[in-house]
C-alpha cells in the first residue's frame, strides 16, 4: 500500500493561498488516483478533489470549484492542492489520498495521509 506525507498547511488570513504538498513512497505513483479529503471541527470528512492516474481528468466539491486546483507531478511521485481565495470555512485538516480508482476514490480512498492543518482566519 502507498504511503503518504503532507505538507504545506498552515494559517493564512482569508483572500490568501496556499499550496499543499503530498509525496508518495511504497508503490507505483502513476498507478494510483489521487486526491485530497478535509475534515473540519465538529463535521465528517469530506471529499475535495481528484486527480485521475495520469492527471487528465479532475474533479472538486462544488464548495472549491474555480478556487483550488489539483495537479500531479508523476516524476516526482508528488500531487499537490493550490489553494487561492481561501475562506474560513476552509478551515480543516487536509488528508492525501490515494486508490487505483478515480471513482473509488471520491467514495473511500483506499490510503490516506496523516492530515495537515490548514487555518483560514477572517
Known amino acids: 500500500q502507498v504511503q503518504l506525507v503532507e505538507s504545506g498547511g498552515g494559517l493564512v488570513q482569508a483572500g490568501g493561498s496556499l499550496r499543499l504538498s503530498c509525496a508518495a513512497s511504497?508503490?507505483?505513483?502513476?498507478?494510483?488516483?489521487m486526491g485530497w479529503f478535509r475534515q473540519a471541527p465538529g463535521k465528517e470528512r469530506e471529499f475535495v478533489a481528484a486527480?485521475?492516474?495520469?492527471?487528465?481528468?479532475?474533479r472538486y466539491v462544488d464548495s472549491v470549484k474555480g478556487r483550488f486546483t489539483i495537479s500531479r507531478d508523476n516524476a516526482k511521485n508528488t500531487v499537490y492542492l493550490q489553494m487561492n481565495s481561501l475562506k474560513p470555512e476552509d478551515t480543516a485538516v487536509y488528508y492525501c489520498?490515494?486508490?487505483?480508482?478515480?471513482?473509488?476514490?471520491?467514495?473511500?480512498?483506499?490510503?490516506w495521509g496523516q492530515g495537515t492543518q490548514v487555518t483560514v482566519s477572517s
Open positions: 489520498v490515494a486508490d487505483p480508482s478515480t471513482s473509488a476514490l471520491v467514495a473511500g480512498p483506499s490510503s
Open positions: 511504497g508503490g507505483i505513483f502513476s498507478s494510483y488516483a
Open positions: 486527480i485521475s492516474r495520469i492527471g487528465v481528468t479532475t
